[in-house]
């Protein structure tokens, strides 16, 4: 099995651009898509960023996702940090027998 | 519209089986790619995913939990049901069930149920 390995947590200002990285233990990242999740204290994961960049409607343009081969990598990104966007986010991939969460990162708007 | 909605016990003693019901709407389970994932939470601990069962009744498991899970499911209910034997304190948690939208090329869980606190102790 592989892991994601997420940043513990994070803290920016409200206004500035905030990455959140996702790092896949082995396989190769491009080869499964790679959705990012965000939970506010209290309630269930909705998606924010599905197959490794696609924005669900409904999700601002401030989120954006990427991914990087060469560090075998995926990267979550907001801009423009608004105090409503203080949660945990979760990266999840998959392979054909499981699917994997990465440990979330806490991210601090302040 | 999706929906998705837990139920089950919330206290479980040690070494007993936990049963878990999701019950389901705005979709059918025998859609080959759609499927319904059980996915639990510790209290201030991360998303773990404990298993899917697909339209076509494929299942997967978590290779950790394999021996102490099964999951099922019954089209004519729209529900998907989870049992997870000889339950340890470890195990309590916020226990989600999700959909697993219908691309055969993804594994992807939107939207979920709002969850359902399962607590081990004797």
């Known amino acids: 099995n592989f892991m994601l390995t997420q940043p513990h947590s994070v803290s920016e200002s409200p206004g500035r651009t905030v990455t959140i990285s996702c790092t896949r233990s082995?396989?190769?990242?491009?080869?499964?898509?790679v959705q990012w999740y965000q939970q506010r204290p209290g309630s269930a994961p909705t998606t924010v960023i599905y197959?490794?960049?696609?924005?669900p409607s409904g999700v601002p343009d401030r989120f954006s996702g990427s991914i990087d081969s060469s560090s075998n990598s995926a990267s979550l990104t907001i801009s423009g940090l608004k105090i409503e966007d203080e949660a945990a986010y979760y990266c999840?991939?998959?392979?054909?027998?499981?699917?994997?969460f990465g440990g979330g990162t806490r991210l601090t708007v302040l | 519209q999706i929906t998705l909605k837990e139920s089950g016990p919330t206290l479980v003693q040690p070494t007993q089986t936990l049963t878990l019901t999701c019950t389901f709407s705005?979709?059918?389970?025998?859609?080959?790619?759609?499927?319904v994932g059980w996915i639990r939470q510790p209290p201030g601990e991360a998303l773990e995913w404990l298993a899917l069962?697909?339209?076509?009744?494929?299942?997967r498991y978590k290779s950790s939990l394999r021996g102490r899970l099964t999951i099922t499911k019954d089209t004519s209910k729209n529900q998907v049901v989870l049992k997870m034997t000889n339950m340890n304190p470890v195990d309590t948690g916020t226990y989600f069930c999700?959909?697993?939208?219908?691309?055969?090329?993804?594994?992807?869980?939107?939207?979920w149920g709002q969850g359902t606190l399962v607590t081990v102790s004797s």
């Open positions: 999700a959909y697993k939208t219908m691309a055969v090329s993804e594994v992807r869980f939107d939207p």
């Open positions: 705005g979709f059918s389970l025998n859609i080959p790619g759609v499927g």
């Open positions: 069962i697909y339209g076509d009744d494929d299942k």
């Open positions: 082995s396989g190769n990242i491009v080869n499964n898509y």
């Open positions: 197959q490794d960049h696609q924005r």
């Open positions: 999840q991939s998959y392979d054909s027998s499981n699917v994997i």
